[in-house]
């Protein structure tokens, strides 16, 4: 069962514009959401979060929206640079321990010179 | 770099055979927990361990299971390998009592092929 998507396998956006990933989630019971970014090669790192109580988190270029009556976020990139060029997973979390944390299928994100 | 390293990167088995990977958590982390990423899409929970006892399982058959140790590190088994096993295999290593999911560190994974 999907609870997690990322609709968008791929975006390709120009350096310096704005790049926006979108994710939906079925479960109302997710209290806790999170980006991961992952490299080649390497394991998924933490990038930004937001809790259920909270409509936006702010991060120098990455800010993260959550509407919870469309059970919907999103993660905003500004200004793209191509050292973000990464696949970005979405992920949702019942409790603050990690517990069955559910991830969407990731979107490829290319940010052109 | 995460602190978080897994053994071996890369493994090929032939069906029915059996399978360890290996974990090796931050120090002081008493979490960790396995995630199973198929092709093409997003890590998938297969259980936690805290303290050494599973705290959590996703949907997996008991053919996987796992181990905690002491010295923070850990093993993922699985037993009787199917085709549909072949992932990449990634542990995440937390200190729970810091509370939040952005504390997770993962490893870079091991791939699994079976054939």
């Known amino acids: 069962d999907q609870q997690v998507k990322q609709n968008s396998p791929s975006l390709s956006v120009q350096e310096g514009r704005i790049s926006i990933l979108n994710c939906d989630y079925t479960?109302?019971?997710?209290?806790?959401f999170l980006w991961y970014k992952k490299y080649p090669a390497e394991g998924p790192t933490f990038l930004i979060s937001?809790?259920?109580?909270?409509d936006k988190n702010e991060d120098g270029r990455f800010t993260v929206f959550l509407n919870k009556s469309a059970k919907h976020l999103s993660l905003h990139i500004v200004p793209s640079q191509p050292g973000d060029s990464a696949v970005y997973f979405c992920?949702?979390?019942?409790?603050?321990?990690?517990?069955?944390?559910?991830f969407g299928a990731g979107t490829r994100l290319t940010v052109k010179p | 770099e995460t602190g978080v390293t897994q053994s071996p990167t890369h493994l090929i088995k032939t069906r029915g055979q059996q399978v360890t990977l290996r974990c090796s958590s931050q120090?002081?982390?008493?979490?960790v927990s396995w995630y199973q990423q198929a092709l093409g899409q997003g890590p998938q929970f297969i259980f936690q361990?805290?303290?050494?006892?599973?705290?959590g399982r996703g949907n997996f058959p008991p053919r996987f299971s796992g181990l905690q140790f002491p010295n923070y590190s850990s093993e993922l088994n699985v037993n009787a390998l199917e085709l549909d096993d072949s992932a990449l295999y990634l542990c995440?290593?937390?200190?729970?009592?810091?509370?939040?999911?952005?504390?997770?560190?993962f490893g870079p994974g091991t791939r699994l092929l079976v054939l």
């Open positions: 992920a949702a979390s019942r409790d603050y321990n990690n517990n069955d944390m559910r």
């Open positions: 361990y805290y303290r050494e006892e599973e705290n």
């Open positions: 479960n109302s019971m997710f209290d806790y």
């Open positions: 120090s002081g982390h008493n979490t």
């Open positions: 937001i809790s259920s109580i909270k």
């Open positions: 995440a290593s937390s200190l729970a009592a810091q509370g939040t999911p952005e504390t997770q560190y």
